[in-house]
């Protein structure tokens, strides 16, 4: 199983980035798919995650500005940021809690990471 991320970048602050992860591989089943962000000497932070019925959760400091979605069609999650501050400069990792095929033990598969750069 893999987990892509792409999207990311660098902007002048107000402006905005989506950031879109797909999954590929060997898999039965899709669970929550979440954003995390990790700065240099800091710990990686959940930021946005959906559930499998589409339920949605943010962190305060994104609400209103992040719009996390996904299409189990495609096996994708987005994240349309907007309105970016130069605080919300990080990489961008995606995760995906999911089961394989011939298992019913749910993994965490991360993505690589994507950078986001925010100028002032």
């Known amino acids: 199983v893999q987990v892509v991320e792409s999207g990311g970048g660098s902007v002048q602050s107000g402006g905005s980035l989506t950031l879109s992860c797909v999954v590929s591989?060997?898999?039965?089943?899709?669970?929550?798919m979440g954003w995390y962000r990790q700065t240099p000497g800091d710990e990686r932070k959940s930021i946005a995650f959906?559930?499998?019925?589409?339920?949605?959760n943010y962190i305060d400091s994104v609400k209103g500005r992040f719009t996390i979605s996904r299409d189990d069609t495609k096996n994708t999650v987005h994240l349309q940021m907007n309105s970016l501050k130069p605080e919300d400069t990080a990489v961008y990792y995606c995760?995906?809690?999911?089961?394989?095929?011939?298992?019913?033990?749910?993994?965490?598969?991360w993505g690589q990471g994507t950078q986001v750069t925010v100028s002032s």
């Open positions: 995760n995906v809690d999911l089961k394989v095929v011939g298992s019913d033990y749910l993994h965490a598969v």
């Open positions: 591989g060997s898999f039965s089943a899709i669970y929550d």
């Open positions: 959906v559930t499998k019925d589409g339920r949605t």
